[in-house]
Structure formats: C-alpha cells, structure tokens
C-alpha cells in the first residue's frame, strides 16, 4: 500500500486543525482597547497550540518521508493520532476561556499526553514494518524523545493542581524541545 | 476523463468533512470537571462518527485506486456521497446533545443508510464503465458487505423506538465490521 | 506561468466552501421529529447551493484542463470568481433560514448572477491569452451558455416580488441545465 | 529538505484562511433589504482582508516558485507567517461589526504590520540560504516594496486615532500597490 496516500490526507488534516483553530477566538464585541484585555489567555493558548500542531505537522512529514511502506493498521494509529490532534481546538479554548484554571490545564495535559502516546503507537506500528537497517528505523532510534514527553505530560497533570503554572510550564518546555525539528529523521533525509 | 481530479477532490472534501466536526463540540463554560460531564454523549457520537468516516475516507480511496476511468455520471454518483456525508457532522451533533435520544439515534441511522445507499450507486456507476474482468470489477464482486450495511442501518431506524441502544449497538457493529479495511480492493492492489 | 498553482488553489477553495457550508445547518435542539420540521428550507437551499459549487467545480475544472497558460489578470479574474463562490454559505443560510422569503430569494439570485458574471469575465480573461484555434477557444465557443444563465438570473431578481417561487423555479431550472458537465470542454479533453 | 511540502502545506492553509473567514459574516435575521444594511461594513472589510489573502497566496507562492532549498529556520518563518495570517478572520470581523471604529481599524493595522513583518523575516531567512546570484535573490533584490509597506501599516496605527478613514486609506492604498503580482518573482519566473 502506497504511503502518498496518508502522507497528503495527514498534511490536509493538520492544516485544516491548525487554522480552525481560530474560530475558537471569539471577535470581541466593543470598540475600545479594554474589550481586548479579556482575549490575552485565548490568544495565549492559541499560540501555544499553534505551535504544538506546527511540531505534529513537521515531525509526521519527516517522519512519512524516511517510512517506505504502510498498512492497515499504520492507517488506523494515522487517523487515531489526527482524533486526537483534531480535539486541539476545543481543548486549547477550554484552557484560554478559562483563563489557565487549574482543571483546563490538566484537561490540556491530558490532550497533550494521549496525542504523544498516538504518535508513539505510531512509529511503533511503523516500526512492525521496517527492519532495524531501514533509514525509518535508525531515524526513530528508541525514541526517547517521545517518550520523555509523554512521561513530562502525565507528570504535569497531578502537579497542575498544586499551581496550574507548573502545568503550563512543563507545556512551554516540551514544545521548546521539539520545536527544533526532529532532526533524526532530517539527518537521515539528507544523505 | 481522468479519475485524479475526482480522487483529489473526494479527498479534501472527506479531510474537511472529518475535521470541521470537532466544531459541533462545544467548549464547555466552567472550570471544575463537573462541566466536561454533559460533553460525554456529545464525545462518544463524535468518535463513532469520525470512526466512520476514517472508513468512508479509506474505501473511496481503495476503490478509486482500482478504478480505470471515470465519466459525469461517476462525478455526480461521488458528490452524492459527498453531500450525504457532509450531514454527519449535524446528525452527529443531534444524537449527541439529545443523549442518544430514539429520534436523533434514528436520524443518524437513516443518515448513514443514505450514505451507505449512496457508495453503493457509486460502485454500480463505477462498474458500468468496467468490464467484468477488471481489477475493479473482480474487486468490488457482488459488494454484498456494503448491502448488508445498508439492510442493517434500515433495519435499525424502526429498532431505535424499541431501545435506542439496539440501534446504536448497530451502528457500532457496523462500524467493526468496516474498520478492517476494505480487503477486497486491497487484495488487488497488492497485486 | 503555470496553470497548476491556480488549479490546485481553486480545487482547494472550492472543497473547503462546499463543506463549510453545512455549518449554517444548525443543530435542532429538541429530541422529536417536530424539532426537524422547521429545518427543511434549509435543507432545502443547502441541497441546491450544494449542486451549484458541484456544477462550478466539474466547469471550472474542465475549463482549466484545456487551458494552456495564465497571467496575473487571470489569476484575479479566478480569485474574483472565488469570492462571489465564498459568499454562496451565507446567501444559501439567508434564503433557507427566512422559508424563502422574496427578498433572501432575490439575494440569492444576484449572488447566482454575480458568481455567473465572475466566470464569464474568467473565461474572456482566458480567451485573450489563446488564439481561436486553441483547445480552449473551441471549446469555450461563444460561451452561449454562460450568458443565458446570467440573463436568467437577473430576469429572476425582480420576478421574485411577483412570486418568489418564479426566482426558485429558475434557479433550479439553469441548475438542471448545467447539472450535464459542460459537454464543450469534455468533448474537447476526450480528444 | 524539498520546498514542496512546505509549499503545498501553506497553500492548504491559505486556501482555508480565506475561506473560512467568511463564516465571520453572520446570516442576517430577517426579511427585508433593511436586515442587509447593518452587513455593509462587514461585508467591505471582508472584501479587503480576501484580497489581501490573496496577495499572500500570490506572493508566497511566487517566492517559493523561484527558491531552491529550505531549512528548520525557513519552516517556522513561515509557520511564524501562517500564524498571523490565520488572525485575519478574527481581526477582519473585529473592524466591520464594530463599523470601523478607530480602536479595531489600529488592531487591523497592526495585523498587516504583523503579517509584513513575518513576511520580510521569511524572505531573510531564504535569503540566508541562497547566494545573491541566485534566482530567488535576484528577484527579491532589497525587498523595497515589502518594508515600505511595513512603514506604511506602522504609519497608520496612530494615524488611525486622528480618523480610522486615513488608516483604512493606507490599507486599501498598499492593497493596490500589491494587488499586480510581485513582477519581480514572476520576471525570473519567466526566464
């Protein structure tokens, strides 16, 4: 089974998640500046999330780009990690909307974890597919990356109930390290 | 006329179709976990219906990618499915807020009846412009899993007044039986 | 300069104004048959809005496939044609939401004639950059077609506050007769 | 790492972008030509932020058009792009429901200042990775026409507050600076 296939229909998903998203930003109704104090956590949480779905998109192509071959159960780790990035909206409004309450922001961990563990189940099912000398397969390595994160996002969850910032900063810090982009699988393209 | 535009075309509708469904889940007002627990029913529809369409979105791509030609009634035989498709993000939200309520349960049932009589009315245009010695042909063969389908959605709507759950039962067996893959296509295309 | 980018652009548009336009289809609220009365002229303008971007996407994209080359001017011709398009979610939720009340008919009347003029002015555009024997140019013709539509819809404004079921009876009429892709081009791409 | 899926990605997301700020123009309620009144300003402010899109749709694709290579660095310039881009459909409907009142009108402007912005650094970032005898740097030269525009977007925030109407004429003023391609792209493009 081609791969060209998921490869264009995950590139249009994520394209479509990462600009809906801004139809959770509610046009402020007044003419003044004071009607735009209240759009600070919204906006906070959109860019947050904005990013978080530039990562997806950037590590899924790199990542399709080294894969060679898929199935059928590679197509349905695909879609279940595209249900849960496709909830992004609706979570990054609840946390903005609520201006960084504790409960939101653990409801945004939990998003952030179950997406990271979509994406592990992934390369894993990816991995069933590859010989251990593929280019798929010394990319993705043991994946500590993915898992660490995972392990980060579970982790913020109890402690957001202590003070949600501590949530919201392991958020900020796992997007910084993935915000370079997964250079396995670029390190690889390249030769 | 060639099947690319129509393949491309089918593609971003289902990809929009799948994603703009997250918008009829409403972000919750409120920030203890007490508010997220009237989104369940709402969040359960929404993940048999994107189980759905994953399925559509995977057939249509299987089937278009043993089918040799295309003509206008083709065309028309698609955007039909399209257009019953592009419904379930409404009936999906109706089940969902009304609780799984028999009505709303039987809507649904009789959207997905139109979208499963819809795929089939595209197979039979699709195999008048195959001779039965084409790889379409042989793969589609008496398409008896789609007709089951439809029997038991129709079979369904009525049901649903006795206990909505024997029609939702339905739905979710349904939706098991599709999850695989559609094989027959596969099988040929592997060839 | 390509005609590719342009196509796969308008493709793109086209899909996503064809899906969108389902969200103006509110949820009803309420668990009985009766909640669904109320929502049949919408339904209703939906199905014909949806036949017209189908009609504009099958024309549009057989009038491409003979083109051979764009310029700037096309190019804005196109986008202007994308907007009249981009407008049809509200003027079709307008109609539908008022029972086809005379004034949301005539409305959607001059959005039918507008859109109409916009692919006239897109073709002429074209036909100044290829010469009368090109594939394009014979196809096109004198575009008998396209004019008589936009004469219809006009001729439909002001008939709508004699009756707004004149203004109906004609849109769906120039529907019925575009519904048959333009055969010009066809017969053109088939050679 | 190829250009194409950073173009076609952002084409996706522009398409969407101009598309859905439409569901911004809320359906009128009522049936008479004096519920279409209040829209007007709506309706204009629609009409400039689509043909400001599709400036950026033009422009980016006729820079990517003419470039040779991307980086990490490029990727996020223009997902920094895209973000900003992705705000016009709330900032667009922010100045016309609030009839372009002074304070939304400075918001728009710092929006196109923004957008600006990100485009010059995307074009330093490619720049960065094509020596100055390269086609791409050729036609960019010294990016005049791009910081002029961002002086002028600059220029009109505090404008705005003497009359938004000076504002709203530098807006529609650099629109028509831009609305003829960027000639230098499409020059070397021709070559």
């Known amino acids: 089974m081609g791969k060209g296939r998921v490869e264009a229909f995950t590139d249009g998903v994520v394209a479509i998640i990462i600009t809906i998203m ?3 930003l509610k046009v402020p109704h ?4 004071s009607t735009l104090a209240p759009l600070w956590p919204v906006f906070l949480s959109y860019v947050l999330s904005f990013i978080y779905v530039g990562i997806y998109w950037n590590n899924l192509h790199n ?3 080294t894969v060679q071959r898929v ?3 590679v197509l349905w780790a695909n879609l279940n990690l595209l249900f849960w990035l496709s909830l992004m909206p609706v979570t990054t409004a609840f946390m903005g909307e ?3 309450a504790p409960v939101p922001v653990a409801v945004y961990g939990a998003e952030l974890a179950l997406c990271a563990a979509a994406y592990i189940i992934l390369a894993v ?3 069933r597919l590859h010989s251990n000398d593929t280019a798929f397969a010394r990319a993705l390595g043991s994946d500590r990356k993915g898992r660490i994160s995972l392990a980060l ?3 913020a969850i109890p402690l957001t109930f202590i003070s949600q910032w501590i949530g919201v900063a392991i958020y900020v810090l796992v997007a910084m390290i993935w915000f370079v982009p997964d250079r396995r699988f670029e390190r690889v ?3």
């Open 22 to 24: 801004v139809l959770e």
């Open 30 to 33: 007044g003419e003044d500046f």
């Open 63 to 65: 990542m399709f780009h």
């Open 71 to 73: 199935d059928g159960r």
């Open 98 to 100: 609520n201006h960084f």
């Open 125 to 127: 099912m990816l991995h």
């Open 153 to 155: 996002y579970i982790a």
């Open 189 to 191: 393209i390249e030769k």
